[in-house]
């Protein structure tokens, strides 16, 4: 046995020595592993969209009004789609393979998207064991994921589309943390699971929250932040750290070797500095806005769109030069100090400036009636002397927040090749009166208030009173 050991050890000392300089080399010692490719270390959709389209039939839609979503307008138009795809707008179309809907008197539009909803994450009935959209346990929660809160049951989702022609919507976390968590983007379809409504290839969004709510939440607990300094303060300290966790990531899978250790909450931050997440900021103040695209420059990401933007309006030259977004409300103001100085006209102003403006609702009674918010702001926009026509006004509802998202390239307008998203209201929009009479998505009918068996109840409402009321 001794000898056997004796001979072990000096096998293993030979092993020892071959490690040191001079000792000989193969081809695969010592080697260090390949590069895996920038954004290849590891993966980045863990939870990949499982949605497909309902199946539809080849529509030919004649004789209405079409707002296209892009500021285009056609009188006594037409609008064809097949397999779940626009095909046709114009004035004179035939289709012999397509079922005809004489749509006199009536509008088309592409299907509305709500760039700001916490539908899901705070669903119908609104109790404590369904709040799921603030993680307010801590100022930064950039490793929580919107999507994880998601309940495909939700009341609400089906409230949006028979009464607001909701077609897709952005889920995001609540605002009470500095960095809330990423946002998901849903088709307002019945599904079983979040990755069932999840809209194929679309980015992810990335909360962000500026003012009050961050301060008021941390502040009450005796912590950092408790004032807007400090909201910047912990924001630049996160920023800096995150930089940091990007150069390793960045030359593991440029240069192979061995790869960093994990942080999910860093993960989303250096996919918002890669460009691969997209930005969307709660603020209201026009001088906290400034500053956040200073803070933004700084260390490299770019805001894509500010929520609940009341004060726009003084800054849309610096709103327009830095590419960022504003998402308003029509006239919901005053509810807090940093939402008192609200104009109606906010978002004709930024139109008529150039600068990128879309409504929003953050509210599941607002969104099914984001068409008649529109309607105020074209309203209050003619009485102060702007001339916004109201095709022009409907990009806030269809281009604007597509671009938003990330996929203006499928949806957004009725433009041949998008996504059949469509909306035939039984009158003029912009009137209290209109209400969606059919929503199409992908070419799919999902909605006929004039079929009652077409009307939505999800699996919860089942046996509940009020179940196939007409919503």
Not at 182 to 201: C, E, H, I, S
Not at 255 to 266: C, N, S, T, Y
Request: hydrophobic share 40%; net charge neutral.
């Amino acid at each position: 046995m001794r000898s056997a050991i004796t001979i072990l050890a000096a096998v293993g000392l030979a092993g020892c020595a071959a490690n040191g300089a001079g000792a000989p080399k193969t081809a695969s010692f010592g080697a260090k592993a390949p590069a895996p490719g920038m954004g290849k270390g590891f993966d980045h959709n863990p939870y990949p969209s499982t949605y497909r389209a309902y199946p539809g039939l080849p529509t030919l839609i004649t004789n209405v009004t079409i707002l296209d979503g892009e500021g285009g307008r056609i009188d006594n138009g037409a609008v064809l789609f097949r397999e779940g795809k626009i095909v046709e707008v114009g004035q004179q179309i035939a289709a012999a393979d397509a079922q005809v809907i004489d749509g006199q008197g009536k509008w088309v539009t592409p299907g509305i998207i709500d760039v700001h909803s916490h539908l899901g994450d705070y669903p119908s009935p609104g109790v404590q064991a369904h709040s799921d959209g603030n993680e307010a346990t801590a100022p930064i929660t950039a490793e929580v994921w919107a999507e994880h809160s998601v309940w495909p049951q939700d009341p609400g989702f089906s409230r949006a589309l028979a009464n607001g022609g909701v077609t897709t919507l952005q889920i995001l976390p609540g605002s009470a943390n500095l960095m809330g968590g990423r946002a998901v983007t849903l088709k307002n379809v019945y599904a079983r699971t979040m990755q069932g409504m999840k809209f194929p290839d679309a980015p992810y969004g990335f909360k962000m929250a500026c003012g009050e709510n961050p301060k008021r939440v941390y502040g009450g607990k005796g912590r950092a932040p408790s004032t807007r300094m400090g909201n910047v303060a912990v924001n630049r300290a996160t920023w800096a750290k995150a930089k940091e966790y990007g150069r390793k990531w960045d030359k593991y899978e440029t240069d192979g070797g061995e790869a960093p250790v994990r942080d999910i909450q860093l993960d989303t931050l250096r996919g918002v500095m890669s460009g691969e997440i997209l930005v969307h900021n709660h603020c209201y103040r026009a001088d906290e806005m400034a500053i956040v695209m200073d803070m933004a420059k700084e260390f490299g990401y770019k805001v894509t769109a500010f929520h609940h933007a009341v004060e726009s309006y003084k800054i849309a030259d610096l709103l327009k030069a830095n590419g960022a977004c504003s998402a308003v409300w029509a006239d919901w103001y005053g509810f807090k100090m940093e939402s008192y100085d609200a104009v109606t006209e906010n978002l004709a102003i930024l139109e008529n400036e150039g600068a990128c403006a879309m409504i929003h609702s953050d509210d599941a009674n607002g969104i099914q009636r984001l068409n008649q918010e529109v309607a105020k702001v074209w309203h209050a926009a003619r009485r102060a002397g702007m001339d916004i026509s109201k095709e022009r006004a409907w990009r806030w509802l269809g281009i604007g927040p597509a671009a938003a998202l990330g996929v203006a390239d499928k949806t957004g307008s009725l433009k041949p090749g998008k996504m059949a998203d469509v909306v035939l209201w039984n009158g003029d929009p912009f009137s209290v009166y209109t209400r969606p009479e059919r929503v199409w998505i992908d070419g799919a009918l999902m909605y006929d208030a004039n079929n009652p068996k077409m009307r939505p109840v999800s699996d919860f409402e089942l046996g509940q009173p009020g179940e196939g009321d007409t919503k």
